[in-house]
């Protein structure tokens, strides 16, 4: 069997390409990720980057607003690696002059569940939490756990 490794690009079609750079040069530089742009077909894509996975953003073909509790995308979620790590994203990103929810936990979700919430300009809501216990032990202990 074949086993997926992780996320290599995520894709987002955005309404205002200018708009949304803008708030994604703020954003996702705060969070480590650096930037380039290309062309597919003539269309425009500009992808944030770090060393595990891409962040595309490109045109949408259509101007309908995005709505998470309609089918399709609800929402992102970006892992960090502590508790700790949760509230510096928050910090660093309204440095960057994002508006962000307060890091809190959320025990309803986990024990240990932390996050903090913001949005791009399409409504697009992201996520970053931290690498909860649960994740780590499915992740150290995958095969014991058949």
Known sequence: MTEVT????????????????????????AL?????RF????????????????FVLRPARSTSPHDSYTPGLHH?????????D?????????????????PRRYPEYAPDYRAVFFQDPDGIRL????????RRERHDHWDKLG
Do not use: W
Request: with cysteine; aromatic share 10%.
């Open 6 to 29: 992780g996320i290599d690009h995520i894709y987002l079609a955005v309404s205002d390409m200018a708009a949304s750079e803008a708030f994604y040069d703020r954003a996702m530089p």
């Open 32 to 36: 480590g990720f650096r930037k380039n």
């Open 86 to 102: 949760v509230d510096a994203a928050a910090t660093a990103l309204r440095a960057a002059g994002i508006s962000t929810s307060e």
């Open 39 to 54: 062309e597919i077909g003539g269309d425009p894509h500009v992808q944030y980057y770090n060393r595990l996975f891409g």
């Open 127 to 134: 996520e970053i939490t931290s690498y909860r216990q649960e």
């Open 76 to 84: 992102l979620c970006l892992r960090v690696d502590t508790e700790a």
